[in-house]
């Protein structure tokens, strides 16, 4: 619904998210796929359910498309349940687990990582001010 709410907006912003989820998305399904591969799944059937998986969620974001551009009152709320869902999930799950290690040369790369994203996020979004 992030991707498909970008485009609405504007084209570029659609590319740009799209990046966004698939640089985060990718290394989180190859994760996936070796859980299942260490839960014993075959190469094959754990492929089968990360596709599906997959799948569901472009299925979810041509249906938030469709949506969203009938109802385009609700663009607005759509993104911003959708950016304060990341940011929830950042500071609730992702930061705290970072600070919970013991070497700080491990923490602050990582958390330097998180730093880049913000910086990057705020260049992107500066950039359609003008539209």
């Not at 640089?23 to 070796?34: N, S, T, Y």
């Not at 299942?36 to 979810?60: E, I, K, P």
């Amino acid at each position: 619904v992030v991707i498909a709410g970008a485009f609405l907006v504007d084209v570029q912003l659609g590319f740009i998210a799209t990046l966004a989820v698939m640089a985060h998305e990718i290394p989180h399904e190859v994760g996936d796929f070796m859980i299942l591969l260490n839960a014993g799944f075959t190469r094959r059937r754990a492929f089968m359910f990360n596709l599906v998986s997959g799948l569901s969620a472009v299925l979810g974001g041509l249906i938030g498309y469709f949506v969203l551009d009938e109802m385009q009152s609700l663009l607005p709320y759509a993104l911003a349940v959708a950016a304060a869902s990341f940011i929830y999930i950042a500071l609730s799950d992702l930061l705290p687990e970072m600070m919970r290690r013991s070497s700080l040369a491990k923490t602050l790369p990582e958390v330097g990582l998180v730093l880049l994203g913000v910086v990057i996020a705020a260049l992107a979004t500066g950039a359609f001010h003008g539209h």
